[in-house]
Protein backbone atom coordinates (compact mmCIF):
# COMPACT_ATOMS: atom_id res chain seq x y z
CA UNK A 1 0.00 0.00 0.00
CA UNK A 2 2.86 2.54 0.47
CA UNK A 3 4.80 3.76 -2.15
CA UNK A 4 7.83 6.05 -2.20
CA UNK A 5 8.95 7.38 -5.44
CA UNK A 6 12.30 9.55 -6.08
CA UNK A 7 12.79 11.97 -9.01
CA UNK A 8 15.33 14.86 -9.75
CA UNK A 9 18.82 12.87 -9.64
CA UNK A 10 20.96 13.54 -12.03
CA UNK A 11 24.92 14.94 -12.72
CA UNK A 12 26.04 18.48 -12.04
CA UNK A 13 29.07 20.34 -11.45
CA UNK A 14 30.84 21.38 -8.03
CA UNK A 15 28.59 24.11 -6.49
CA UNK A 16 25.71 23.47 -8.02
CA UNK A 17 22.17 22.50 -7.12
CA UNK A 18 19.82 20.07 -7.66
CA UNK A 19 16.22 18.95 -5.60
CA UNK A 20 15.03 15.94 -4.99
CA UNK A 21 12.06 14.71 -4.49
CA UNK A 22 9.86 12.20 -3.05
CA UNK A 23 6.25 11.33 -4.17
CA UNK A 24 4.57 9.26 -1.32
CA UNK A 25 1.46 7.01 -1.50
CA UNK A 26 -0.37 4.92 1.31
CA UNK A 27 1.13 6.64 4.01
CA UNK A 28 -0.72 7.41 7.38
CA UNK A 29 -2.02 10.78 7.87
CA UNK A 30 0.14 10.63 11.47
CA UNK A 31 3.38 9.82 9.99
CA UNK A 32 6.73 9.42 12.69
CA UNK A 33 9.46 10.87 10.37
CA UNK A 34 10.50 11.36 6.27
CA UNK A 35 13.73 11.53 5.35
CA UNK A 36 16.78 11.29 3.05
CA UNK A 37 19.94 8.31 3.02
CA UNK A 38 22.15 8.04 0.44
CA UNK A 39 24.84 5.13 -0.27
CA UNK A 40 28.05 5.08 -2.32
CA UNK A 41 29.04 1.10 -3.44
CA UNK A 42 30.82 -0.90 -1.01
CA UNK A 43 30.08 1.84 1.99
CA UNK A 44 27.02 1.66 4.48
CA UNK A 45 24.08 3.89 3.78
CA UNK A 46 24.42 7.05 6.22
CA UNK A 47 21.51 9.44 6.89
CA UNK A 48 21.64 12.47 4.91
CA UNK A 49 18.32 14.82 6.49
CA UNK A 50 15.27 13.99 8.34
CA UNK A 51 12.11 16.00 9.33
CA UNK A 52 9.52 14.64 12.25
CA UNK A 53 6.07 14.72 12.94
CA UNK A 54 6.25 17.27 15.09
CA UNK A 55 8.45 20.07 12.52
CA UNK A 56 12.39 19.35 13.87
CA UNK A 57 14.76 18.15 11.24
CA UNK A 58 18.11 16.67 11.57
CA UNK A 59 21.17 16.96 9.08
CA UNK A 60 24.33 14.93 8.60
CA UNK A 61 27.04 17.48 10.00
CA UNK A 62 28.48 17.29 6.64
CA UNK A 63 25.63 18.51 4.66
CA UNK A 64 24.07 21.46 7.13
CA UNK A 65 23.95 24.92 5.49
CA UNK A 66 23.51 23.41 2.55
CA UNK A 67 20.54 21.11 2.16
CA UNK A 68 16.90 21.36 3.28
CA UNK A 69 14.35 18.92 3.85
CA UNK A 70 10.95 20.25 3.34
CA UNK A 71 7.37 18.36 2.92
CA UNK A 72 4.32 20.36 1.20
CA UNK A 73 1.31 21.28 2.38
CA UNK A 74 -0.23 17.86 1.98
CA UNK A 75 2.27 15.64 3.36
CA UNK A 76 2.47 13.63 -0.04
CA UNK A 77 5.56 14.76 -1.26
CA UNK A 78 9.16 15.21 0.57
CA UNK A 79 11.83 17.39 -0.45
CA UNK A 80 15.32 18.03 -0.61
CA UNK A 81 17.29 21.19 -1.59
CA UNK A 82 20.50 20.35 -2.11
CA UNK A 83 22.56 23.65 -2.85
CA UNK A 84 26.47 23.92 -2.90
CA UNK A 85 27.36 20.74 -4.20
CA UNK A 86 30.32 18.86 -3.86
CA UNK A 87 32.00 15.94 -5.06
CA UNK A 88 31.67 13.90 -1.83
CA UNK A 89 27.25 14.00 -2.26
CA UNK A 90 27.52 11.89 -5.09
CA UNK A 91 25.86 9.04 -4.01
CA UNK A 92 22.31 7.03 -4.73
CA UNK A 93 19.73 8.78 -2.94
CA UNK A 94 16.70 6.99 -1.25
CA UNK A 95 13.50 8.07 0.25
CA UNK A 96 12.61 6.71 3.44
CA UNK A 97 9.43 7.02 5.89
CA UNK A 98 7.95 5.95 9.03
CA UNK A 99 10.95 4.45 10.53
CA UNK A 100 12.41 4.54 13.81
CA UNK A 101 15.67 5.05 14.98
CA UNK A 102 17.82 8.25 14.38
CA UNK A 103 17.25 8.84 10.75
CA UNK A 104 14.25 7.00 10.01
CA UNK A 105 15.48 4.25 8.47
CA UNK A 106 13.71 1.39 9.75
CA UNK A 107 10.53 1.49 7.47
CA UNK A 108 9.84 2.30 3.94
CA UNK A 109 12.12 2.53 1.36
CA UNK A 110 12.06 3.80 -1.64
CA UNK A 111 14.37 2.57 -5.11
CA UNK A 112 16.48 5.48 -4.95
CA UNK A 113 17.98 8.14 -7.83
CA UNK A 114 21.33 8.98 -8.55
CA UNK A 115 23.44 11.83 -7.82
CA UNK A 116 26.90 12.48 -9.54
CA UNK A 117 29.11 16.01 -9.03
CA UNK A 118 31.60 16.19 -10.95
CA UNK A 119 35.03 18.78 -10.17
Known amino acids: QVQLVESGGGSVQAGGSLRLSCAAS????????MGWFRQVPGKEREGVAV???????RYRDSVKGRFTISKDSAENTLYLQMNSLKPGDTAMYYC?????????????WGQGTQVTVSS
Open 51 to 57: IYSDGST
Open 26 to 33: GLPYSGYC
Open 96 to 108: VAEGGGLWCGAGY
